[in-house]
């Protein structure tokens, strides 16, 4: 009957020349608002986003990742700044805030090192990174981390650091090893794309005292 109606109506805008677009009915505005961000280009959705590296986003599709590169740097350090290095913990390390010393070479650096201490994060997404130092000389070494600083500074407020800059004071035997599980990332509210680097410093013990 529904279509019966539709040919009389057409027939009669043919008949009297009406536009026969007037019986198109109108498109009802969205009931919901579009997405913010649109993961149709992955054939996963967003569950396949970890597999989604910078660079390999299609044209014209916002980088979703935010890379953020840790560094260390040394200020009237007593030990040798090279021994330290960034990793990733070994699933029997990867507790947060753990502080382990006296350990040998292989178990002070066990765990994936990262290189350059650069990673790509999800805004939001926090990781567990390890900063470990072997003191090779033949002397206790203590040292402190100054407050690390953000690059660029508008990012500052945008990133999440539980560190090492607590004015807690770190002691490493003669030939030995010492390591601290930190934590790190990206806020909600980082823009996508962004490139930062967080610089902390260690400085020796008797600097701050």
Not at 134 to 152: L, Q
Request: aromatic share 10%; hydrophobic share 40%; proline share 8%.
């Amino acid at each position: 009957m529904k279509i019966l109606i539709l040919l009389l109506l057409v027939g009669a805008c043919t008949v009297f020349g009406i536009p026969t677009s007037l019986l198109a009915e109108t498109q009802k505005p969205a009931s919901e608002p579009p997405p913010m961000q649109n993961f149709d280009w992955l054939v996963g959705g967003e569950k396949e986003l970890s597999t989604v590296k910078p660079g390999q986003e299609p044209p014209g599709q916002e980088p979703y990742y935010i890379t953020l590169q840790v560094r260390f740097e040394c200020l009237l350090f007593d030990g040798d700044c090279g021994q330290f290095q960034v990793l990733k913990p070994t699933a029997a390390q990867a507790h947060f805030w753990a502080t382990i010393g006296g350990l040998t070479r292989e178990e002070t650096f066990a765990g994936e090192a990262i290189k350059d201490g650069v990673f790509t994060l999800r805004p939001g997404e926090l990781t567990l990174i390890k900063v470990a130092y072997f003191n090779n000389s033949d002397k206790e070494v203590k040292f402190r981390g100054i407050p690390h600083y953000i690059e660029p500074q508008n990012l500052q407020t945008m990133t999440i650091m539980n560190c090492l800059c607590l004015g807690q004071t770190y002691s490493v035997p003669p030939h030995s090893g010492w390591y601290r599980i930190i934590r790190l990332g990206p806020a909600f509210d980082m823009p996508n794309g962004s490139r930062l680097v967080a610089t902390h410093i260690m400085t020796s013990d008797s600097l701050v005292e």
